[in-house]
């Protein structure tokens, strides 16, 4: 079999309809054919189908399920319906930086907010710092975001801060008489390399990816403060993170 056989019985939604159901948990036919709104026949046509591609199987007691390889393609699926519903934003931004592991993931980042400008950056820049009770991290090109800023902020905070950021952004080391309460909980890595840019604390992540030019797009990006969008923000930045070199 080739992918384009598999691409072509994907193309019908009723199929696509009977995998994302299936994807929950075994059922019969009637209660397949009942929750998408046809017939019985009809469902066993395109059950059938399904069967013959190795994706479906049915079990002893007269219900579908999913076999080993069916469930490996449709944890694909939620992440095509991502990218096929955010393809505009994804036309004018290259993701091909990322590790395959995070792209295979992009359904965590659904339902985002989408940001207009730099001001909604700013903005949001802003609010992960103002915000952050356990934690604040940063990623990437952030020249708004000075070190000053986030001293003082530390100063009525207990949050932790750690910001990622490319060697052009490093500044001259603080002077004795420039430390603030709350610098022992300010945290600096260099990465030459960052092919994304993350703000995140406890409740609130955004991302901003890299324009068709290659530069971290700051007009605009992705926010989002579901558990799962910000358990993909938190696992790109660590993992960048370790990549990077401590300042200082």
Not at 6 to 28: M, Y
Not at 60 to 68: A, I, Q, V, Y
Not at 225 to 237: E, L, Q, Y
Request: proline share 7%; aromatic share 8%.
């Amino acid at each position: 079999m080739r992918p384009e056989d598999l691409f072509f019985e994907l193309s019908h939604t009723k199929r696509v309809a009977l995998l994302s159901l299936l994807r929950q948990q075994p059922l019969g036919l009637s209660a397949l054919a009942d929750r998408i709104g046809i017939s019985a026949p009809e469902a066993t046509r395109h059950l059938h189908r399904l069967a013959r591609l190795g994706l479906v199987d049915r079990r002893p007691e007269r219900l579908f399920g999913l076999t080993g390889y069916g469930r490996v393609i449709t944890d694909f699926l939620p992440s095509f319906e991502f990218v096929v519903h955010h393809r505009e934003f994804l036309r004018g931004h290259d993701l091909s930086g990322l590790p395959r592991r995070f792209v295979h993931r992009l359904d965590e980042l659904a339902n985002p907010e989408i940001g207009e400008d730099v001001t909604d950056t700013m903005r949001h820049l802003d609010t992960v710092l103002g915000g952050a009770r356990e934690f604040a991290w940063f990623m990437g090109p952030l020249p708004v975001l000075s070190e000053e800023k986030i001293v003082r902020e530390l100063s009525t905070s207990s949050a932790g801060v750690k910001v990622l950021i490319p060697p052009a952004l490093v500044g001259p080391a603080p002077t004795p008489s420039r430390r603030r309460t709350g610098r022992d909980r300010f945290e600096v890595r260099v990465l030459p390399q960052i092919p994304l840019g993350v703000a995140m604390n406890e409740q609130i992540a955004g991302v901003s990816f890299p324009n068709r030019a290659g530069r971290i797009d700051l007009t605009t990006g992705l926010r989002g403060r579901s558990s799962d969008f910000r358990a993909w923000c938190r696992d790109v930045f660590q993992y960048y993170w370790e990549l990077g070199r401590p300042l200082g």
